[in-house]
């Protein structure tokens, strides 16, 4: 086979061969750095029939392959494929206008949706990639009624990678690049909200009993599960036939945890004019703990001072406090000064969106304070796996997040803005329905002049207190969720 020799450019950069799937081969972009090899991604996504684009206002590369993308950066060693968080040894690297990645990285990321797998041979400076033998992974259904929720279990030999398609009363769960066995092809439900569980290659479909149901996909470890809640729900439903209306006035006073984020040497954002996220943040939450105090709520905050507050203190708060609520208060920042309004997110190991990924790696990243050093497994995203309090709180959660989300559109008089998902660290361990509201945008000057006024926070604060009273009032009774016996960071 003929190769081209590509001329030594300066610098790190070298030469070696690529050998694709079909055989075909071509010269292969490397650099050495920290004794490791990195691989030109634009070279390799080629040989793939791929593409790469680079996202300047992100700074970020997303590779293409058939219906597949993969999202990166070089500052956080994380990838988004496919939607979904995967971590990596290291980031990638970025020389001119080239992203480089190293092994680990084309094994975690473009390998599984390639459907390949790579071969690095350094004596004869060879990279071949070739089409991996689907690997067999075994599934098992099962569905139980919990409340008003309907958990579908799918319970699997190893954790595959997944794709989530909602539509009318199916949800599809795709598994690209493993070979589906399932233990029975077909369940038969019939219960109040889903009817049937059944196994295509490659995919699991879930029948639903109606449209509009609320429905929340989570991933949890040992065993590898896939969990789907299913719910009738969403702001404003019509609550489902036969639930107790909860009573108009709660006979004691609900407990709100307010996380106030950042704070220390943690500045957060910083909007045009210097105001800092930590600052601004502090201020609002006065305000709120004033007016939602005055509200008949009981209000306990993490932080009341300029101090550095570490995510498993902000969690053990909250879980010390018996949280009724968790709502963690953060302002926006956009590299764009033009956006505006208010964002609310809960807990997800999916984002729904790539710039809701990218906001969850910044905030998670902002928390790193060095008392959470000690506690390297928190900062590991592949603990979100482990079966954490949070999970038994996400319909909940969701429902609290809709009627935050649409109270602070009409504040802000925004009309586009819908709830997001996305793998805030902050939220994992909390024993209780728990939000992150991005307020406003600090970046955007209007939007910083605001949070600086004591009538816009005033504002704020009162319609926190009305998202708050609706959202228990229309709380169904559900029963106390017994304390996880396996809290964060403890394995
Ligand atoms: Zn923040």
């Known amino acids: 086979m ?32 920290g004794g490791k090899t990195y691989f030109s991604v634009a070279d390799v996504a080629a040989v793939l029939e791929g593409m790469i684009a680079f996202d300047s206002e992100t700074r970020s590369f997303e590779v293409r392959l058939k219906t597949h993308t993969a999202l990166f950066g070089t500052e956080a060693a994380v990838a988004v494929v ?52 689907m690997p067999e992974v075994s599934v098992e259904a099962s569905v139980t009624d919990v409340g008003e929720t309907t958990k579908v279990v799918l319970r699997f030999s190893q954790p595959p990678q997944y794709r989530v398609e909602k539509g009318g009363e199916m949800i599809v769960l795709k598994f690209p690049g493993v070979k589906l066995v399932p233990v029975a092809t077909e369940k038969a439900v019939d219960g109040p909200r889903v009817s049937r569980v059944f196994f295509r290659p490659g995919e699991a479909v879930i029948a639903l009993k109606e449209r509009g149901l609320s429905t929340n996909v989570y991933a949890l470890g040992g065993p590898p599960r896939l969990v789907v809640d299913v719910a009738h729900g969403g702001a404003g439903a019509a609550p489902p036939p036969g639930a107790v209306p909860a009573p108009a006035a709660p006979s004691k006073a609900r407990t709100v945890v307010l996380d106030v984020g950042h704070g220390g040497t943690e500045e957060g954002a910083k909007g045009p004019s210097g105001m800092l996220e930590k600052d601004a943040m502090l201020a609002l939450a006065k305000t709120m703990q004033e007016v939602l105090t005055q509200r008949g709520f009981r209000i306990v905050t ?94 909940a959660s969701e429902r609290l997040a809709e009627i935050i989300q649409a109270d602070f559109n009409r504040l802000l008089d925004v009309t586009t803005r819908g709830v997001k998902q996305a793998p805030f660290r902050v939220l994992i361990g909390v024993n209780a329905p728990a939000v992150l509201v991005e307020v406003a945008f600090i970046t955007n000057p209007d939007e910083e002049k605001r949070l600086g006024s004591e009538e816009f926070r005033r504002q704020t604060a009162e319609t926190l207190a009305g998202s708050l009273t609706t959202f228990f009032r229309t709380s169904a009774s559900v029963p106390p969720v017994p304390y996880a016996t396996k809290p964060p960071g403890r394995p």
């Not at 995967?86 to 990321?109: E, H, I, N, Q, T």
């Open 2 to 33: 003929a190769v081209v020799a590509a001329g030594r450019v300066a610098g790190a950069e070298t030469t070696a061969t690529l050998v694709g799937p079909s055989g075909a081969t071509i010269p292969l972009r490397t650099e050495e750095a």
């Open 302 to 395: 993490t932080r009341s001072s300029d101090a550095s507050v570490s995510l498993e203190e902000r969690t053990a708060t909250a879980n010390a406090a018996r949280a009724d609520v968790f709502v963690s208060l953060h302002a926006n920042a956009s590299r764009s000064g033009g956006a505006h309004g208010t964002e609310v997110y809960y807990l997800s190991l999916d984002a729904s969106d790539r710039a809701a990924a990218l906001l969850a790696e910044s905030e998670n990243k902002a928390a790193e304070t060095p008392t959470t050093e000690k506690n390297a497994a928190l900062r590991d995203l592949d603990l979100i796996l482990w079966d954490l309090a949070q999970n038994q709180h996400l319909a």
């Open 82 to 133: 496919d939607s979904k968080i995967v971590s990596l040894a290291a980031p990638a690297r970025m020389s001119g206008l080239l992203a480089y990645a190293d092994a680990d990285f084309l094994g975690r990321v473009l390998g599984p949706i390639a459907g390949v797998t790579f071969s690095w041979d350094a004596g004869r400076r060879t990279l071949v990639a070739a089409r991996s033998a």
